[in-house]
């Protein structure tokens, strides 16, 4: 069966730190991995993540793919109260499926 | 979002009872998702469409049921058999080589 499995499933930190977050899969037919934040509503897209060793940046945050390993890390630098969100990984296969993790849970602390 | 719209926002329903959730895109992408979120969990496929006139089940389509009549239009109905209907019910869209954008959602609520 496909999975994701995202790590940890819930952190606190103080504004400043630096995050990392990890997301394994074992899927079938790998086509790309996703990154969405979500705050209260609907998840917005991060990165698009379909080559290894490529690490995609978007201000204080980056991602990469290990597609050997079958994971992949965001990182979130010099954190703020605004990062505050659940971060969800998701794989799609090819047919344009997702397939999420449970998602991990940040809250930054002032 | 930007283009997708759900309604309503809230939804509270009786037990026993039928209710569709409303997906509106125009957006012009032709492939539809529906998704659904409990809390500690992940998203989780309920059915998809690619085109118009046709739609595949997901991972947990029990208890619900959807048309794609029109491109714009993909309605999700939670019927009666869905036995744990209350979750928050999110919609997507996207194109081929392209991300999954998704609506604002609707919260139900089974009373």
């Known amino acids: 069966e496909d999975k994701v499995v995202q790590s940890p499933l819930s952190l606190v930190v103080h504004e400043g730190d630096t995050v990392t977050l990890n997301c394994s899969y074992e899927?079938?037919?790998?086509?790309?991995l996703l990154w969405y934040k979500q705050e209260k509503k609907a998840p917005t897209f991060l990165f698009m993540l379909?080559?290894?060793?490529i690490e995609k940046k978007s201000g204080r945050l980056s991602s990469i793919l290990d597609k050997k390993e079958l994971f992949s890390i965001l990182n979130i630098t010099a954190t703020q109260t605004g990062d505050s969100a659940i971060y969800l990984c998701a794989v799609e296969e090819y047919g344009n499926k997702l397939v999420f993790g449970a998602g991990t849970i940040l809250r930054v602390k002032s | 979002d930007g283009g997708i719209t759900q309604s309503p926002k809230y939804l509270f329903r009786k037990e026993g009872q039928n209710v569709t959730l409303s997906c509106e895109q125009n957006l012009n992408h032709d492939a539809m998702y529906w998704y659904r979120q409990d809390p500690g969990q992940g998203l989780r496929l309920i059915y998809y469409s690619q085109i118009v006139n046709d739609f595949q089940k997901g991972d947990i389509a029990e208890g619900y049921s959807v048309s794609r009549e029109k491109k714009e239009s993909f309605p999700l109905t939670v019927t009666s058999a869905q036995k744990n209907p209350t979750a928050f019910y999110l919609c997507a869209v996207g194109r081929q080589s392209d991300t999954q954008y998704f609506g604002p959602g609707t919260r139900l609520t089974v009373l």
């Open positions: 899927v079938t037919n790998f086509r790309s």
């Open positions: 379909t080559s290894s060793g």
